[in-house]
């Protein structure tokens, strides 16, 4: 996105922060192989300094939320490699993405707790496996999504 902005700098053309973030994700597509989401693009081209930012990606709603003076964030690196190129990724997103046709959705986020329950029972493929990990972390960020745009985040938090 560095190199987008600074030619939109430079050349000053008219682009949407939305068309950029997708010029930037068909360069990932195409260029390493990995084929990424839009979630680091829009967070460069769309946050807001002081703001926790959640992006639905299939409306692509944008929604920033204050976070407050006090709010501190600690980082701490795992020492894991991350290596998104390595074809894990695109292994797990075809997964999931085949895991929804077989379930009868447009995609995950659209499968119900009683439906991911009732799949356990017939889905063997190896793209149903974890699901039930993927489906919680999907639920659990929504939630915490609700949570800090009704500004309770601090209650959460704990």
């Known amino acids: 996105m ?61 929604r920033h939320v204050p976070l407050g003076a006090d709010t501190v964030f600690v980082i701490i690196h795992s020492g894991a490699k991350h290596a998104l190129t390595s074809g894990e990724y695109n292994e797990r997103r075809a997964s999931c993405e085949e895991a929804a046709h077989l379930l009868g959705k447009k995609a995950l986020r659209d499968v119900s707790s009683a439906e991911l329950d009732a799949a356990a029972g017939f889905c063997q493929s190896k793209c149903c496996d974890g699901l039930g990990m993927w489906w919680g972390k999907m639920n659990g960020w929504l939630m915490r999504s609700r949570v800090w745009r009704r500004g309770t985040w601090r209650q959460w938090a704990g």
Request: glycine share 8%; charged share 20%; net charge negative.
């Open 2 to 62: 560095a190199t987008a902005l600074t030619l939109k700098k430079l050349y000053p053309f008219e682009m949407s922060d939305l068309d950029l973030a997708r010029c930037g994700q068909m360069a990932e597509h195409h260029f390493t192989g990995v084929k990424c989401g839009l979630l680091d693009q829009l967070s460069v081209l769309c946050g807001k300094a002081g703001h926790a930012t959640t992006i639905d990606c299939r409306s692509m709603e944008l």
